[in-house]
């Protein structure tokens, strides 16, 4: 769905369903997945990926690592070498995670 609902292609039709004279583009099925899919997206921060319900509540249940995706220093460290950017945290992304309720 996270190709799908976006371009506003039906599920089935990209999984291979081809749409008969007089059927409908959309089935049920792909309409629901489609709702759940946008209420999921809904209820997700979209700067940490944390559930807004948890997150806009809870201050203190979190806790975050630093990870380097080498591609994308790499790629940052090309454009450093033409002039265009200078950054020390190339590849640099912060991982959120919720931390489970202590009893």
């Known amino acids: 769905m996270a190709y799908c609902a976006p371009h506003g292609i039906p599920y089935s039709v990209l999984m291979g369903r081809v ?5 409908p583009e959309w089935t049920e099925e792909d309409t629901a997945l489609a709702v759940e899919w946008q209420r999921m ?25 630093i990870v380097r995706c080498h591609g994308c220093k790499a790629k940052e460290k090309r454009a450093e070498d033409l002039g265009k950017t200078k950054s020390d945290t190339a590849g640099v992304r ?10």
Do not use: F, K, W
Request: proline share 5%.
């Open 41 to 65: 997206q809904d209820a997700t921060c979209s700067g940490c990926g944390q559930q807004l319900h948890e997150s806009l509540t809870d201050d203190g249940g979190y806790e975050t690592e």
């Open 94 to 103: 912060i991982v959120v995670r919720h931390l489970p309720e202590e009893n």
């Open 19 to 23: 749409v008969g004279p007089g059927e």
